[in-house]
């Protein structure tokens, strides 16, 4: 489900569940950790992460995973890890990223979208919530009005305004990440380690207040959150109640 190849020092890792549109299950994760461990013992110095198929990733399967407080821990970790993975990362959005998808995204230091790709977080329409770091890199990423439209109206960002809002660094496809990869490959390798520290230390990752973290897990042990779950399965509109 996750393969990675190398050219020179830089190493592509891709997402391969394309008839789940590279949702995210407990083996993509795990994968998705030990093929950025494995690269950078091997000496990578550019990593770029992007899926296979039309979607970058619509985000942690539906199907049950995305329930499950074990997976939920994982993925949290594995983010943390790509984030803080010592070499640049660009993450190349061949196709939507959603969810846990634009975590992956977000994630990233840098974004080269194709022109047809969207980025979204759906959380609402089914009744999850995200973590406060995902809110946070959000803002700082494409600004507060534009976070807000995306969290609580719950509107995709289109490459085109990614990119003019600076989410999108390029507007192209894997061969121009790759490309980008390979000449950043050959820049000071500790004035980038340097740079990613400062760059990340955006507040994202403070430790959030206790009403707030007691808010998100009012939304995860929800009544709605239940009805979100069984109106998906039974292919409805769920009816949300606030409790």
Not at 19 to 25: F, G, I, P, S, V
Not at 42 to 52: D, E, H
Not at 126 to 151: F, H, K, P
């Amino acid at each position: 489900m996750i393969h990675s190849s190398a050219e020179g020092a830089v190493v592509t890792i891709e997402l391969d569940r394309a008839d789940k549109r590279n949702a995210l299950d407990e083996a993509m994760v795990e994968g998705l950790s030990s093929s950025f461990a494995e690269a950078v013992d091997a000496g990578a110095r550019v990593i770029v992460l992007t899926g296979r198929g039309s979607v970058f990733c619509a985000g942690a399967d539906l199907s049950g995973p995305v329930y499950d407080p074990k997976f939920l821990d994982t993925l949290v970790s594995t983010l943390q890890q790509i984030e803080t993975t010592p070499v640049p990362v660009i993450a190349a959005l061949n196709g939507s990223a959603l969810g846990a998808g634009l975590q992956l995204a977000m994630a990233a230091d840098l974004r080269v979208m194709s022109p047809h790709a969207l980025a979204g977080i759906p959380a609402a329409k089914i009744g999850v919530a995200v973590d406060e770091w995902t809110i946070r890199r959000l803002v700082s990423l494409v600004g507060a009005g534009q976070a807000r439209g995306m969290l609580i109206g719950c509107d995709p960002l289109t490459a085109d305004r990614a990119h003019a809002l600076g989410f999108a660094n390029r507007i192209g496809d894997l061969t121009d990440a790759q490309h980008w990869a390979a000449t950043i490959a050959e820049l000071a390798p500790l004035t980038l380690q340097h740079y990613k520290l400062v760059l990340n230390g955006d507040g994202a990752r403070d430790e959030p207040a206790a009403d707030r973290l007691a808010a998100m897990m009012r939304a995860w042990e929800s009544d709605d959150l239940a009805e979100g779950r069984e109106a998906r399965a039974q292919k409805r509109t769920p009816k949300f109640v606030g409790r």
